[in-house]
Nanobody
């Protein structure tokens, strides 16, 4: 069945780095645009990065631009989020989201999230 599994989160100090991964299965990964979202306690879910199906175009929220890099390896059915220069305000659960529209059908899949905590 369709599955998205995030990994790579953890506890890091400010200024540190993490590389999050999202492994996909059960669908044609290469057809899907991938979004990374995050949700901090008490806040709404925030779209922070996305990448087109072939990986040719990426977009970033202003809050992460210059520090985060989204990439994908369609041969491995995996998308990555490289996070550098971490700040305490980056603390959140990070979610992988896959979307695809074909004719009138819309597909929208979510992972369970991985926790990133930035603290001294």
């Amino acid at each position: 069945q369709v599955q998205l599994v995030e990994s790579g989160g953890g506890l890091v100090q400010p200024g540190g780095s993490l590389r999050l991964s999202c492994a996909a299965s059960g669908f044609t990964f290469s057809n899907y645009r991938i979004n990374w979202y995050r949700q901090a306690p008490g806040k709404e879910r925030e779209l922070i990065a996305n990448i087109t199906a072939a990986g040719r175009t990426t977009n970033y929220a202003d809050s992460v631009k210059g520090r985060f890099t989204i990439s994908r390896d369609n041969a491995k059915n995996t998308v990555y989020l490289q996070i550098n220069s971490l700040k305490p305000e980056d603390t959140a659960v990070y979610y992988c989201n896959a979307v695809h529209m074909a004719w009138s059908q819309f597909y929208n899949y979510w992972g369970q999230g991985t926790q990133v905590t930035v603290s001294s």
